[in-house]
Nanobody, 123 residues
Framework: VQLQASGGGLVQAGGSLRLSCAAS????????LGWFRQAPGKEREFVSV???????YYADSVKGRFTISRDASDNTVYLQMDSLNTEDTAVYYC??????????????????WGQGTLVTVSS
């Protein structure tokens, strides 16, 4: 599985960004695809994931502000990020894996990672 993330950048607080993660063929419907982030000096943390069946999961910190979606036609997963705040500043990574549902938010259950894309939210 290969993953290519894009869409990061600099945005003011309250603004929006959309991240994209292009996955290699064969991932749709077989892997959970999602986003994790890592802020300076912090551990990588779960943001959002869409399961192989299409169920969506969000971290409490982003619920109601971020929306994950996927496009089967081009094996791409999107993360629409609205109402961004400075605490959202981090390197965002897309990931693919086959975690059991109880561990779908756990970093170590994802085997495949894209390169990170930096999101910087200024105050």
């Amino acid at each position: 599985v290969q993953l290519q993330a894009s869409g990061g950048g600099l945005v003011q607080a309250g603004g929006s960004l959309r991240l994209s993660c292009a996955a290699s063929r064969g991932t749709y419907g077989r892997y959970a695809l999602g986003w994790f982030r890592q802020a300076p000096g912090k551990e990588r943390e779960f943001v959002s994931v869409i399961s192989w069946s299409g169920s969506r999961y969000y971290a409490d910190s982003v619920k109601g502000r971020f929306t994950i979606s996927r496009d089967a036609s081009d094996n791409t997963v999107y993360l629409q990020m609205d109402s961004l705040n400075t605490e959202d500043t981090a390197v965002y990574y897309c990931a693919a894996g086959r975690p059991i549902l109880s561990e779908i938010r756990t970093v170590s259950y994802y085997n495949y990672w894209g390169q990170g894309t930096l999101v910087t939210v200024s105050s």
